[in-house]
């Protein structure tokens, strides 16, 4: 069976140590904070926030307080407070040491495409691509396949690009892969799901 | 000199014109200048440029001046959602010069500390890169060289933020994530005009934590604020 999506979550929490400052995205990445346990993760909110806490309870709602997808949060005993300038300070620096994103399509030698659909609207980029440059570490998390079943994985990206090169890691509900030299190799296959047909799926060189 | 004025018309007296560029500070509707882009509004200046992460909602935020066709260009990060931007930009009617996020928040901490240009690794191979003077810095792991893109601070002819407090020399606090880009903007700002929601006798705000700097700010108005929320997300309380 492949994972759902609490399940890509909840191996993507395996991705992060105790102590790590992170940035998660919107979707499943989202999700990830469910499945640290006991590990002491601060979540960095682009907008300019470090220790990110749960939505808030019915009526304590702070318009002055939200997350970078623009929804009311709270804070934690920890946080602190900086602005867009600092805040992509630290994500530039490499200070930040992992980003969770969802993906459009990644590529064999980690090029990401999560931002654009030529002919639709463009929205723009956001944080995407500060984030990616700038992180310790990007770990995809999203679908293997579209939903007409072509691999998102691929030798090339078809879509304009956030970053090129800048993919480490890949969880998708088949399983996890590494962008090495040469293409991608498989790191484990969901419960159940087997190399070939995680092979099958993807058109990306896998080695 | 006094800095203090009466309401968001009169702090912007002299100030406006048409075809000038304007950084606001904001982030979605979160800490924006909402009183004095309701009076940029009713000044009817035309032909803006805005620096501004977002573009705000139809009827809230800069959306309010692209209603009125007030906005010529938008140099934004994220634009998602304004019905009459999407309109205005698929017509051809509204520029936009798309900027990740963080590189259009250092711009404009860039202009506002004299630096014209930086190198960023962020959008190198991207969209955004074309046209961009492209150099090696040996930043690698081992020294090996890393390419980079040649970005430009931002100064603009006015810079209108929104700051929670301040005293009359227009030292400011921000509160919670309303700071985001009220700092940077407020520093590339030729001239500055603050609004913000109580103005303290002087003395009252503690010097070591003052935000922003008074010298950043000429103009300062206290009023009212709708502050709205745009996506209201809540847990339930458990039951004990």
């Not at chain 1, 992180?135 to 078809?158: A, F």
């Not at chain 2, 006094?2 to 979605?28: E, H, N, R």
């Not at chain 2, 601070?153 to 929104?162: F, N, R, T, Y």
């Amino acid at each position: 069976m492949p994972w759902d999506r609490n399940q890509m979550a909840e191996r993507a929490a395996q991705e992060l140590e105790d102590g790590m400052y992170v940035n998660l995205g919107i979707g499943i990445p989202t999700l990830v904070a469910n499945y640290v346990g006991d590990k002491e993760i601060t979540l960095q909110s682009e907008n300019g926030m470090l220790g990110m806490g749960a939505f808030p309870y019915e009526g304590e709602e702070d318009p002055d307080l939200i997350n970078a997808g623009k929804q009311t949060i709270t804070e934690l005993s920890r946080t602190s407070y900086f602005d867009s300038a600092t805040s992509f300070g630290m994500i530039r620096g490499g200070k930040i040491a992992a980003a969770i994103l969802g993906a459009m399509e990644v590529a064999e030698n980690g090029d990401l495409a999560n931002w654009m659909i030529p002919g639709k609207l463009v929205k723009g980029m956001g944080g995407a691509m500060d984030l990616v440059a700038g992180v310790g570490r990007v770990i995809v998390v999203m679908d293997h396949t579209s939903k007409h079943g072509d691999s998102k994985l691929l030798k090339e990206c078809t879509l304009p690009l956030t970053g090129t090169g800048v993919v480490d890691r890949i969880i998708t509900n088949l399983g996890v892969l590494d962008v090495v030299e040469g293409g991608l190799k498989i790191v484990e296959t969901a419960e159940g799901v087997t190399e070939d047909e995680l092979r099958a799926a993807t058109e990306a060189t896998i080695i | 000199m006094k800095k203090v004025y009466p309401d968001a018309a009169a702090a912007l007296d002299g100030v406006l014109f048409d075809g000038m560029t304007i950084a606001a500070g904001g982030f979605g509707l979160c800490g924006i200048p909402e009183l004095l882009l309701t009076a940029i509004k009713e000044a009817g200046t035309k032909d803006l440029t805005f620096a501004s992460n977002n573009a705000g909602v139809d009827d809230f935020g800069i959306g309010i001046l692209l209603q009125t066709r007030q906005v010529k260009k938008m140099l934004s990060s994220y634009v998602g959602e304004n019905a009459e931007f999407m309109r205005q930009y698929l017509a051809g009617e509204l520029e936009i010069e798309f900027n990740p996020q963080g590189t259009l928040a250092e711009r404009m901490r860039a202009g506002g500390a004299g630096i014209p240009g930086f190198y960023t690794k962020t959008g190198v191979g991207t969209q955004v890169a074309e046209g961009k003077e492209h150099k090696d810095f040996p930043t690698g792991p081992q020294g090996e060289p890393e390419t980079y893109i040649l970005e430009r601070g931002i100064v603009a002819d006015l810079a209108v933020v929104k700051a929670w407090k301040a005293d009359d020399t227009g030292n400011l606090i921000f509160r919670k994530t309303a700071r985001n880009f009220n700092p940077p903007a407020a520093m590339c700002g030729k001239i500055c005009v603050a609004e913000v929601e109580e103005i303290v006798p002087r003395g009252s705000l503690d010097p070591d934590n003052i935000h922003l700097p008074g010298i950043y700010v000429h103009r300062l108005i206290q009023g009212d604020h709708e502050k709205r929320i745009e996506q209201r997300t809540t847990r339930k309380r458990e039951d004990v």
